[in-house]
Nanobody, 120 residues
Framework: QVQLVESGGGLVQAGGSLRLSCVAS????????MGWYRQAPGKQRELVAS??????TNYADSVKGRFTISRDNAKMVNLQMNSLKSEDTAVYYC???????????????WGQGTQVTVSS
């Protein structure tokens, strides 16, 4: 069974920093891309940042210059969040495009989510 386990969420004051981490575990043949999405109450889930195996990154305009995505290894992705704003408050979900034994193609997998709350 494949799992994505997030850690690092919490409560922080505006202007502060948090670091989220996500580790993939289980029977995995390959990981193409890892990233972070977030969903605030009453809003749709949106991409925050992603990083490919070639280290190509993609950021939402709202977080450019404040958030940095990185991969420690093939199965771990981090999100360093600086200069946090109240509008960053949301549940953050780890996402990964992975291939598992028996599957014909890569597909998206999701973590359970971690709450980030920024107080103003």
């Amino acid at each position: 069974q494949v799992q994505l386990v997030e850690s690092g969420g919490g409560l922080v004051q505006a202007g502060g920093s948090l670091r989220l981490s996500c580790v993939a575990s289980g029977s995995i043949l390959g990981i193409n891309r890892m990233g972070w999405y977030r969903q605030a109450p009453g809003k749709q889930r949106e991409l925050v940042a992603s990083i490919t195996n070639a280290a190509t990154t993609n950021y939402a305009d709202s977080v450019k210059g404040r958030f940095t995505i990185s991969r420690d290894n093939a199965k771990m992705v981090n999100l360093q969040m600086n200069s946090l704003k109240s509008e960053d408050t949301a549940v953050y979900y780890c996402n990964s495009l992975m291939s598992i034994p028996g599957a014909r193609a890569y597909r998206d997998y999701w973590g359970q989510g971690t709450q980030v709350t920024v107080s103003s």
